[in-house]
């Protein structure tokens, strides 16, 4: 029986190691994005075999579905918005509690807690929140004279309220953001402090350039998360909408006039409502290959978040 040589036995080690994550990336990403390549040249409704149509499919996204501008719009819109909001507010909350002195269990409880609701139930909950008849922010906001608007039935107010609804859901950043904080060396604060910086100073030399890569962190995975936006966008329009939702129901996304209407809603609508894989699998493709630029953008030394010596 041959002997395997050792460089063998470390390579067939090695293979073993990596063995579950080869499975896992085989499986659940390199599959999926083959199949979504080959289906987005298919006619193929789910039912009969698919049939090759060159870029049909892609000419009629792109060309002839009067949905998708809106759509991508939107997604866009949020991506920028809601992002770079989370970010600021997450990174405020966590300089808040980290300079807490006293009770700041409680605070770091209550700020973290929205983040446990469900998405579905928090956002039918806010809905409620801000429903311009019979909501209790309106009628507040009318009691001392404010003009409210109707928020989730507005169309120039319903992302407005969706970014509101996710930085009501702020814990998880802030708790990144304290650990980040924390972790910062304390004897870098000292130095500062001799040599006579201000709150700012120390801010911008000393804890900025210690966060920067959890920062980094927290914009790539927003991004990649926000251009999956879905299940409150679509739930949100549906209930400021009153359509009762009940099995079978087929219910076009996007109340007010497409306004919260998003890719992924589209993705869905497409492959599962019209049947039409094709356009749903080019669809998906665009969000991967913008979400992918932007992640490269972003993770760029030098022009992104990361400077050259991270």
């Not at 980290?98 to 973290?112: E, L, P, W």
């Not at 814990?171 to 004897?187: N, Q, R, T, Y």
């Not at 001799?194 to 995975?221: C, E, H, N, Q």
Request: aromatic share 14%; with cysteine; charged share 10%.
């Amino acid at each position: 029986m041959a002997t395997l040589s050792p460089p063998t036995r470390r390579r067939l080690r090695v293979l073993g190691f990596l063995s579950p994550w080869l499975i896992g990336f085989s499986v659940f990403f390199a599959y999926p994005l083959i199949a979504t390549v080959y289906f987005s040249f298919m006619h193929y409704n789910q039912i009969k075999e698919p049939t090759f149509v060159g870029l049909r499919n892609w000419r009629y996204v792109f060309e002839q579905m009067p949905l998708f501008g809106p759509a991508l719009w939107n997604t866009l819109w949020l991506v920028v918005v809601m992002v770079a909001l989370r970010v600021l507010f997450g990174l405020g909350l966590g300089l808040l509690v980290t300079k807490i002195k006293s009770g700041v269990g409680f605070f770091r409880t209550a700020f973290y807690i929205p983040y446990l609701a469900p998405p579905v139930a928090a956002t039918v909950a806010f809905v409620f929140l801000l429903n311009p008849g019979t909501g209790p922010v309106n009628e507040i906001l009318s009691r001392v004279g404010v003009d409210a608007p109707t928020w989730f039935n507005d169309p120039n107010w319903a992302k407005p309220s969706l970014v509101m609804l996710s930085l009501w859901g702020i814990g998880d950043l802030m708790v990144i953001f304290m650990a980040a904080l924390l972790d910062v060396p304390k004897e870098q604060y000292e130095a500062a402090e001799l040599d006579g910086a201000g709150s700012w100073a120390k801010f911008r030399y000393v804890t900025w350039p210690s966060i920067t890569p959890i920062v980094m962190f927290a914009v790539v995975t927003g991004v990649v998360q926000t251009m999956q936006y879905y299940t409150q966008a679509l739930v949100a329009g549906k209930i400021a909408s009153g359509v009762n939702i009940g099995p079978g129901s087929v219910i076009q996304p996007g109340y007010p006039d497409h306004s919260t209407l998003t890719v992924p809603q589209l993705v869905y609508s497409m492959g599962f409502q019209n049947f039409n894989t094709g356009a749903a699998c080019v669809l998906s493709l665009v969000l991967f290959a913008i979400a992918m630029a932007a992640t490269l953008l972003l993770m760029r030394k030098r022009s992104g978040l990361l400077s050259a010596e991270d």
